[in-house]
Each structure stands twice: as structure tokens, then as C-alpha cells.
């Protein structure tokens, strides 16, 4: 079941979200995070954007949300898109039920574009955008450094309207 989430989600997020920080360069963050920012975080979003979790068996197995591309005012209508999932339920539609609940909300929002920033290499994760519609714009090589190397970063973006 995808759902709003609320602020007492902030321990099960750091549960999914922390091991990726920890293992992984999906997320350039480097240091767990605790369950305070996590709420911060939340709260931070939610003023303005969608985050939505799935909840199973009364557990928060994954999560998605947008955030504000950039902070000048001619970006207003982009976002940046963000989604993970429970390594052990990836490849069950867990993310493909997020992005469909929250791509929909985007639109009803009036939003123009939505980015999603993709540490390279991760065949997965673009798989995964560009069957939800996402098309490659920008490829950065070496702009992260995480574990002793150099990691490339991918934009993909999807357009939610038509060009004005």
C-alpha cells in the first residue's frame, strides 16, 4: 500500500535509507543519518511536496519523494526525485507503485520536470527510470568521491507537460 508518510515513519526510513549510505555510492551521503534528521527532513519536504512510503504487513519497505531541484525561482517547476526500497523486496513493483502514485501528484501539482540524479554505474536504476518514462540528459564524470574513488553521476528526466 503507497501512503503519505508522516514523521513516525522517520525510524523505518533510516532503516532502509542508512545501509545505502553505509554500502553502496547510490547516495553520496557518507554518514548515517539519525532518526531526528530523517524527521527534519521530512517535515522539510512535506511543506511544499509529495513523499509517500509502502507499507507492508504494516511496514515501511520503501519510499519516494521530490525536492526542489535548485533554489532560483525559474526552477520552480522542476524537482528532483528520490527512491528506495528494502534490497530484500527490489524487483517486486515496490518502486514502480511509488513513482506511479507520485508522478501523478507531480502533474497535479502544475510541475514542468522531474530529475533523478543516478551515482554511475547502476544498471538497475536505469532500467527502472527510463521504463517509467525518463529519458538520459546529462552525464558527470568523476564529480563524487566515495570508498577511495571517483564516481560518475547520470540525469535523467522526465517531462510531466507540454512545453509552454
Not at 515513519?9 to 532502509?16: L, P, R, S, T, V
Not at 507492508?56 to 535548485?70: E, F, L, T
Not at 546529462?138 to 560518475?152: L, Q, R, S, T
Request: net charge negative; aromatic share 12%; glycine share 6%.
Amino acid at each position: 500500500m503507497v501512503r503519505i508518510v508522516t514523521a513516525e515513519d522517520a525510524g523505518a526510513i533510516c532503516d532502509i535509507y542508512n545501509p545505502y549510505i553505509k554500502n553502496t555510492i547510490i547516495t553520496f551521503e557518507e554518514e548515517p543519518v539519525s532518526t531526528e534528521e530523517m524527521e527534519n527532513r521530512i517535515l522539510k519536504v512535506t511543506s511544499s511536496l509529495p513523499w509517500l512510503v509502502y507499507e507492508m504487513n504494516g511496514n515501511v519497505i520503501g519510499y519516494a519523494y521530490a525536492d526542489q531541484w535548485k533554489s532560483r525561482s525559474a526552477y520552480r517547476y522542476a524537482v528532483e526525485s528520490t527512491i528506495y526500497v528494502n534490497p530484500r523486496f527490489t524487483g517486486q513493483g515496490i518502486g514502480r507503485q511509488l513513482y506511479e502514485s507520485l508522478i501523478p501528484e507531480l502533474r497535479r501539482r502544475s510541475l514542468h520536470g522531474v530529475i533523478g540524479v543516478i551515482a554511475l554505474p547502476n544498471p538497475a536504476s536505469i532500467a527502472f527510470h527510463e521504463k517509467m518514462g525518463f529519458e538520459k540528459a546529462a552525464h558527470f564524470k568523476e564529480v563524487g568521491w566515495k570508498f577511495n574513488k571517483w564516481i560518475d553521476v547520470g540525469y535523467w528526466e522526465l517531462i510531466l507537460s507540454p512545453s509552454a
